[in-house]
Nanobody
Framework: QVQLVESGGGLVQSGGSLKLSCAAS????????MGWYRQVPGKERELVAE???????NYADSVKGRFTISRDNAKMSIHLQMYNLKPEDTAVYFC?????????WGQGTQVTVSS
């Protein structure tokens, strides 16, 4: 069973920065993709950014130019660097790992951006 543990969430003012980290319990190069999703109450979980094994990265339009996803294979972790945060970025952020048809999720970390 793959375990994913997020860290780095918190409260930040609008325009500020945060860096989220996700530590995996096994080597991440074995996953087809790893990424970050977010969810607010009453809404569906949405993709924020993903990093595929091919090296390709994908971002939600709303975060392009502000967020950067990165992998650290040696440390079995991924990161999400977030700049110029906006109140609408407030959500619980979840780390995701995919291998074939199987998805694993972290427990989530809260990001709150005050205006």
């Amino acid at each position: 069973q793959v375990q994913l543990v997020e860290s780095g969430g918190g409260l930040v003012q609008s325009g500020g920065s945060l860096k989220l980290s996700c530590a995996a319990s096994e080597r991440i190069f074995g996953f087809n993709a790893m990424g970050w999703y977010r969810q607010v109450p009453g809404k569906e979980r949405e993709l924020v950014a993903e990093s595929r094994i091919s090296g390709r990265t994908n971002y939600a339009d709303s975060v392009k130019g502000r967020f950067t996803i990165s992998r650290d294979n040696a440390k079995m972790s991924i990161h999400l660097q977030m700049y110029n945060l906006k109140p609408e970025d407030t959500a619980v952020y979840f780390c995701n790992a995919q291998r074939g048809p199987t998805n694993w999720w972290g427990q989530g970390t809260q990001v709150t951006v005050s205006s």
